[in-house]
């Protein structure tokens, strides 16, 4: 530990969860006792591991798959227009579960771009064919409206689907195989990601290039160099 | 932080990448137990109230949003809460599922009521992070003093 702050506790979780399980009140309480703890240790600096792994699902869910069925599988959808068709159809079809997550939880994290989930579609959608879209907000640049918009989306997707029967407790590597290999929506952003790194718009190269795919999902864009 | 090889290769390679600064001193204050404990919870998940101004994306003014911070009341409720961190790289499924995951809010209060600790501060803060910690000092000496005006003694600097 380089930095040697006076107490700190090292979780195990994945990045994202530092308090490690959604929905486990018991194991948040005891992660944060234990963080609160260290207030009490007479001397310093003190780094404290804590023991255990976050907590696994009892009912692990079930092998998800994309829940749009399409007329023309989306991995075969060239044409831009037909993308955005199709996407515009996965998101209408998610409509009925997102509405019941939000009555459900009494609550989402969609809305920092203000946009409802079939605008977010259209205007991210209409990055596709390179053009700069009119910006609807004013107090906004651009890019980074597309780059909240593009996180709102991935977040209603994610809402929408935990709201199905047997995907409550699906884990984050589980919704993030879904998103980004099953549905239209990933295919979107990795086509739009392709076409955004050329773009002249301000700040969306920085933002196609470094704020849009995941590290770790970079080589599964169609457009990843072998 | 999560364990290493547990992370994506290509995450892994950027974490371990990273400067560390390093300090000529290692302040320490004991404080009272945690009874009498007033405690606040500082982010870095990029939060903040639903209708708050989104952290910027774009690095090109790296230096001017290093301190970018946001003010969370304590009685926010859950749905007034978002994110707008800008990397792609973590999970932010748990938070969709359970705030608490990020912002341990309601676990806190329960602890108040416990009598585990002595009180829960009027308001918390979110950074963004994702900026040279030297240049958040500034904002860090700033938001000490407004901690101090709300009688915390005790504050969780909680990552994401």
Redesign the interface.
């Known amino acids: 530990m380089k930095i040697q702050p006076p107490r700190a506790l090292w979780v195990p979780f994945e990045l994202g969860r530092p308090l490690g399980a959604p929905g486990d009140a018991a194991f948040q309480t005891r992660v944060l006792r234990a963080a609160l703890q260290l207030f009490e240790t007479p001397s310093g600096p003190v780094l404290v591991d804590f023991p255990d792994d976050a907590p696994t699902a009892a009912d692990a869910s079930t092998p998800l798959v994309c829940p749009v069925n399409f007329a023309s599988p989306p991995e075969y959808v060239s044409d831009t227009d037909l993308l955005r068709a199709a996407l515009q159809r996965e998101i209408a079809q998610l409509r009925t579960w997102y509405d019941l997550a939000v009555t459900t939880r009494g609550r989402t994290t969609v809305g920092v771009s203000r946009l409802t989930p079939e605008e977010m579609g259209t205007f991210i959608g209409a990055f596709l064919d390179g053009q700069a879209p009119p910006n609807p907000r004013a107090d906004i640049a651009l890019a980074a409206l597309f780059r909240f918009a593009v996180e709102d989306l991935k977040s209603y997707y994610c809402e929408a689907l935990t709201a199905q029967p047997g995907q409550s407790t699906a884990d984050s590597a589980t919704l993030a195989d879904w998103f980004w290999r099953e549905t239209t929506a990933g295919r979107v952003l990795f086509a739009v990601q392709e076409v955004c790194k050329q773009s002249e718009v301000p700040g969306m190269h920085v933002v196609a290039t470094g704020f849009l795919i995941p590290r770790a999902r970079s080589a599964e864009s169609a457009f990843a160099k072998a | ?3 290493l090889d ?3 290769p ?2 892994r390679a ?1 974490l371990l990448a990273m400067e ?4 000529d001193t ?6 009272p ?2 009874l009498q ?1 007033r ?1 606040a919870i500082v982010s870095t998940a990029g939060l903040h109230r ?1 209708d708050d ?2 952290f ?5 003014n790296a230096r001017a949003i290093a301190g970018d911070y946001r003010v969370i009341p304590n009685d926010i ?3 007034d809460l ?3 961190h ?17 912002l ?1 809010l ?3 209060h ?2 108040a009521q416990a009598g ?2 002595g009180s829960v501060a009027a308001f918390h803060y979110s950074f963004m992070g994702a900026t040279e910690p030297s240049q958040m000092a500034s904002a860090a000496h700033e938001l000490a003093r407004l901690l101090l005006q709300d009688h915390v003694n ?1 504050v ?5």
């Open positions: 932080m999560a364990r547990h992370v994506h290509a995450m950027a560390c600064p390093t300090f290692h302040p320490w204050v004991a404080g137990a945690l404990r405690v639903r101004r989104p910027a994306v774009t690095s090109g409720v859950a749905n978002v994110m707008s800008v990397s792609t790289n973590f999970d932010r499924t748990g938070f969709q599922q359970d705030w608490n995951v990020v341990p309601d676990r806190l329960e602890l585990v600790i005790a969780l600097l909680v990552p994401v």
